[in-house]
């Protein structure tokens, strides 16, 4: 069972992490997403408005609104597809959203072929640019670059096939400038506020665990007086007085015997406890403790993770569970003493978070669910389940089905 625990937080740890903001900063991303769907109003407004200036070179009024129509699609995807409940935004929703919106360009170019007079006050290169602009948030800085390459070239060439129409003469390469420049140039803004975004994102945790590896011995040193401390207290409120008994009576009865070996099995089982704590055992335990739930017989009880699998979570998944955990113990009517955590499966780990609150549904999911997209967002699948005042919070590595 030890091999195969092993193996499973070796394979997990070793996970490759995309260099985006949503997966090294969930959290961060979704409060601006509302960025997308203002970036989408924008650009089908612009998309609008260059339509009706060009009423006059319009060959096919039809394909005009079609092209609008599917731009429209392409935004609502886009606003739909990085909503914080649907994170992460894989490859192909990437390039669904850009291909769609590429296609509308294109329709409008087909809408004014042969009749379009400027190139420049066309609305296809701007919208298919606004959105390249939001994209480096959620996919790689290299993969949103070489999409926004290939839409350059599409609305590059179909500019300079359009050579013959345009009322202000030049070469036809000046023409695919104009039509590509707005892409390139948005997706590079984009993509550099994105890679400054997470190499301070990296090199701020590089700096934290620099100070955590420094601050290593302290802990250690502070662990050991901690739980020296307890093993005092606990000698103190049971073994010294019952010591001091057996003096002052000068003798040894067998109920003496009975009562020495009782107060013996506690403490070495509370010793054993000391040294099997775990993360998330001492993380709920602590959480609740401001709840005042924090009594020595439910304490251990309320995580059941017997073979250690907290062990496989990352630092950025702790971080989140972390702070999961402490918005679940802070909900107003929580009760403390059914908030559970049981994890399973030492293949492929699942965790399952219960507790009861009579907290409405509504208040509940919005409390909780930011935190189960950011788990969605660090390569783990995360649902929700609440009913008859109770909740059940489930995450796990992709591969294994809900219970």
Do not use: K
């Not at 195969?4 to 937080?9: Q, S, Y």
């Not at 969930?26 to 998309?47: E, K």
């Not at 104009?178 to 506020?193: D, M, N, S």
């Amino acid at each position: 069972m030890n091999t195969v625990i092993d193996e499973t937080i070796v394979r997990y740890r070793s996970l490759p992490v995309e260099r985006t903001p949503q997966r090294l900063d969930p959290l961060g991303v979704q409060s601006a997403w509302l960025l997308v769907p203002l970036i989408g109003v924008v650009a089908v407004g612009y998309a609008v408005y260059s339509t009706f200036v060009h009423q006059a070179q319009l060959r096919s009024p039809g394909l005009a609104v079609w092209a609008i129509v599917v731009l429209l699609l392409a935004v609502t995807v886009a606003a739909i597809r990085t909503h914080p409940g649907l994170p992460p935004v894989g490859l192909w929703s990437h390039l669904a959203i850009v291909g769609v919106a590429l296609s509308s360009a294109v329709l409008f170019d087909a809408a004014v072929w042969g009749q379009n007079q400027r190139i420049q006050d066309d609305w296809g290169q701007i919208a298919v640019a606004l959105l390249l602009t939001a994209m480096p948030l959620y996919r790689p800085v290299p993969e949103v670059l070489a999409t926004a390459a290939t839409s350059a070239l599409v609305l590059g060439g179909l500019a300079a096939a359009q050579a013959s129409s345009i009322i202000i003469a030049n070469h036809p390469a000046v023409y695919a400038t104009v039509a590509a420049t707005p892409v390139l140039a948005l997706a590079c803004g984009g993509a550099g506020y994105a890679w400054t975004m997470t190499g301070e994102t990296l090199r701020w945790r590089e700096v934290a665990r620099g100070g955590q590896l420094r601050l290593e011995g302290e802990l250690r040193q502070v662990a050991e007086r901690m739980v020296a401390q307890e093993r005092a207290t606990a000698l103190n409120a049971e073994a010294v007085p019952f010591l001091t008994e057996l003096l002052a009576a000068d003798r040894i009865t067998q109920e003496d015997r009975d009562r020495a070996r009782i107060i013996a099995t506690r403490l070495r089982s509370a010793a054993v406890e000391a040294v099997d704590r775990s993360w998330l055992a001492e993380t709920v335990d602590l959480a609740l403790a401001r709840r005042g739930a924090a009594d020595e017989q439910n304490r251990w009880s309320r995580v059941d993770d017997p073979d250690r699998l907290d062990r496989v979570l990352s630092e950025e998944q702790r971080a989140i569970v972390g702070a999961l955990i402490d918005t679940v113990a802070d909900l107003p009517t929580l009760d403390p003493s059914s908030v559970t955590v049981a994890v399973s499966g030492p293949a492929c780990p699942v965790f399952l978070l219960t507790g009861r609150a009579e907290e409405p549904r509504r208040t509940l999911r919005s409390a909780l669910v930011p935190f189960l997209s950011a788990l969605q967002s660090v390569s783990m699948e995360a649902s929700m389940r609440v009913r008859d005042g109770g909740f059940t919070v489930r995450f796990a590595y992709p591969g294994r089905r809900a219970p």
